[in-house]
T-cell receptor, first 114, second 112 residues
């Protein structure tokens, strides 16, 4: 099945740093979603985006729906230790909507710098 | 609270045995999904169901089976035909095409 290209695959954060990650698709999406997964748990929805160019915040998290509708970005400001986890992007285009399915990226693993 | 309950949290299976993972939701959502996650990997779709008594294969359905006899329940059976069943299994539900998924807390299956 189709996968979104999510980068970076992993990153180390230091407390107080701003970090960012992104997802790109070869096809146009109408919905972008960002999830966070803590170890041993299911992903939890962080932010949902429904319109090209949309910029939405949730606390220290900010996500944007790219104007080309083929990409999305997630920024975390002033990192704290509990930001550690795996972040997944998910998208839905017309094909996915027809099947009522989301397409997921491969995830960005956020780790703390030793 | 509305949500998705997966049980058990940890499951051990002997080689050659079938095992069933439970997924129950009280969100009144029509669509339900099963994903498999391997260590350090993303989510791969096994099966999904948009309504009761109907389900479709996902990308990696071989060696798995499902049923959807009730709106609230979508159990996944990992059969002996699944050659590498050790993984983390996630169940999700969705209220409509404009909504995201709500995930359960997962079941970790280990073959011993």
């Amino acid at each position: 099945g189709q996968q979104l290209n999510q980068s970076p695959q992993s990153m180390f954060i230091q407390e107080g740093e701003d970090v960012s990650m992104n997802c790109t698709s070869s096809s146009i999406f109408n919905t972008w979603l960002w999830y966070k997964q803590d170890p041993g748990e299911g992903p939890v929805l962080l932010i949902a985006l429904y319109k090209a160019g949309e910029l939405t915040s949730n606390g220290r998290l900010t996500a944007q729906f790219g104007i080309t509708r083929k990409d999305s970005f997630l920024n975390i400001s002033a990192s704290i230790p509990s930001d550690v986890g795996i972040y997944f992007c998910a998208g839905q285009g017309s094909r996915e909507a027809a099947g009522n399915k989301l397409t997921f990226g491969g995830g960005t693993r956020v780790l703390v710098k030793p | 609270d509305g949500g998705i309950t997966q049980s058990p949290k940890y499951l051990f299976r002997k080689e050659g045995q079938n095992v069933t993972l439970s997924c129950e939701q009280n969100l009144n959502h029509d669509a339900m999904y099963w994903y498999r996650q391997d260590p350090g990997q993303g989510l791969r779709l096994i099966y999904y169901s948009q309504i009761v008594n109907d389900f479709q294969k996902g990308d990696i359905a071989e060696g798995y089976s499902v049923s959807r006899e009730k709106k609230e329940s979508f159990p996944l059976t990992v059969t002996s035909a699944q050659k590498n069943p050790t993984a983390f299994y996630l169940c999700a539900a969705r209220g409509g095409v404009f909504n995201g998924y709500t995930f359960g807390s997962g079941t970790r299956l280990t073959v011993v």
